[in-house]
């Protein structure tokens, strides 16, 4: 079982940046696939960003050139610099690791707030 603990998270102005971190316990920590997915008021979680074992990135269209993931396996910590932030980025932005066993299992962090508001 993995604990995940988000921080970072609050409010900016639009054009600013942000930097999330998560820190996860438990699992041996270098084996999950690591992700950022965020949801805003009223709509379903969305993808943000994820990076696997061995750094392979992938990231949503909506952040892509804006937002980097990045992990720490020695610190077992995953991290996301949002810069360029904008309005549309405001949400809770949830920090995920995933692993494969019979099937995906997730876990999840309890959620960092991230305002861009002017």
């Known amino acids: 079982q993995v604990q995940l603990v988000e921080s970072g998270g609050g409010l900016v102005q639009p054009g600013g940046s942000l930097r999330l971190s998560c820190t996860a316990s438990?699992?041996?920590?270098?084996?999950?696939?690591m992700g950022w997915y965020r949801q805003a008021p009223g709509q379903q979680r969305e993808l943000v960003a994820t990076i696997r074992n061995s750094g392979s990135t992938n990231y949503a269209d909506s952040v892509k050139g804006r937002f980097t993931i990045s992990r720490d396996n020695a610190k077992n910590t995953v991290t996301l610099q949002m810069n360029s932030l904008k309005p549309e980025d405001t949400a809770v932005y949830y920090c995920?690791?995933?692993?494969?066993?019979?099937?995906?299992?997730?876990?999840w962090g309890q959620g960092t707030q991230v305002t861009v508001s002017s």
């Open positions: 438990g699992s041996i920590f270098t084996t999950y696939t």
């Open positions: 995920n690791a995933a692993t494969w066993i019979t099937s995906r299992i997730d876990y």
